[in-house]
């Protein structure tokens, strides 16, 4: 046993010795590809957008529960948004509260789910066209109750203590994992959610291990100046294709940045045996896009949504919601113009510095993609655009028929059902979304995924779904690079 641990110890000093780097000597396949001119040469790429109507849409579901009327002026701090600047944040605490999923068959239930949430006694978890998840507070379960049994709608209560998952959701790594987290050299796992340290730490120890095929960038700050970090994964042959693949733009979608992470695991430490279809792929890698509000879920409240953006508008209210403002059809159906809203645009296109620095990217790089994915939870989703309105691209029969061929993979491996649609078709509108810019860049196979689960643990998925629901959607990935590689 002794001899055992001498030898990985030993094994892992001189490997590491070895593989550093010397500085300025960059290896093939490391320099990232820029260009100077900062025009987009991908629009001329976007042909006319049919618009044609998506006649499955109940239009009816406009906008999910959010106080789009409400007035634009100084707002009481409520609860989710204590009105604290300091380091030192009390964690909000959520005993008591509780989630159901709603049926909104009848259509007026939304017009009552919105003004529920409008008198901020419910937060909405999301939802599609038959039903939506409402996080209930707990000092409003009795009114709720009475409103939804008035006008005769059914639910059940999917969570009935909040803050009990919370506390079940990611507990400590037992001894073994531990003692393997010292050895290894970085401390990422895939047993538990881990804060952004671990996860920069594990980019950075693959960059440096193998540097042959694995570099990191960092391609702008967060808000509060915390690194916008990207890892690319490259054998630098030209011809190679490209896919860029981001996770955490909502702060609270833990799972998202736990299974971008996994993919890069797997592919940086496998790369030698990896198939053809995933070395012939330059990979992107931005696992936490909104590394403000993913620290801000680890250590104040656990289920904030936007980034931490201060001092909007003349309210105190914090952050704007990502996925709601990259830039194009910027401000349309499903986004808030109110700050406190947990859909708010922010004050223009790419006002938020985090949406802004992914832009920078793309406009900087000369690396054409063939796809863009955004992995967000939760619903099991696969979603392509567009998404500002019932609308389709030119070619959403492709976007469909490969969004089939990933949920296939994903059930043959795991079993989970994902299902594939249009975001505003299956779900509802919501315009500023970074698919909806991705493919008006011209990026071909561009999907928002949702993953796990459909509603029973909602945002609060136990660090034991991280394993099932990376494995599944890695076979959903590999999908997809076998098309990318047949493309022309
Ligand atoms: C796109 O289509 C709309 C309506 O069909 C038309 O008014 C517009 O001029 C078209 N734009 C381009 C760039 O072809
Ligand atoms: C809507 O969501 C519920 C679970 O919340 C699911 O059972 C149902 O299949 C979904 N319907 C569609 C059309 O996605
Ligand atoms: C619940 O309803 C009662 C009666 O309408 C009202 O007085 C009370 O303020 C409500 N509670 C909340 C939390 O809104
Ligand atoms: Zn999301």
Known sequence: MGT?????????????????????????????????????????LVQNETDTKSDSVATEVEVVAEEEKAPEEPEVPDDNNPKVLAEEVERIDYSGAQVWKVSTKKSSTQRLINQLASEKLIASWGGNHSAIDILVKPNALENVTAALKKKDVAYYVMIEDLQQRINEENPPLDENELELQDRRGHRMTWKQYHRLEDIHGFMDYLAKTYPSIVSVNTIGKSYEGKELKVLRISDGKQGNKAVFIDGGIHAREWISPAVVTYFINQFAENFDVESDDIKNIDWYFLPVVNPDGYEYTHKSDRLWRKNRKYGYGPSTCTGADLNRNFGYRWGGKGASSYPCSDIYRGSGPFSEPESKAISDFFKNTATKFSAYLTYHSYGQYLLYPWGYDNALPPDHKDLQSVGLLIAQAIRKTGGSEYKVGSSSGLLYPAAGGSDDWAKSLGIKYTYTIELSDTGRYGFVLPASYIEPVARENLAGLRALASVVNKLD
């Open 4 to 44: 055992l641990t001498k030898t990985v110890v030993l094994l892992y000093v001189t490997s590491a010795v070895l593989c550093t780097p010397f500085v300025n000597q960059l290896q093939p396949g490391q320099e990232w590809p820029t260009r100077s001119s900062v025009k987009q040469p991908y629009h001329e």
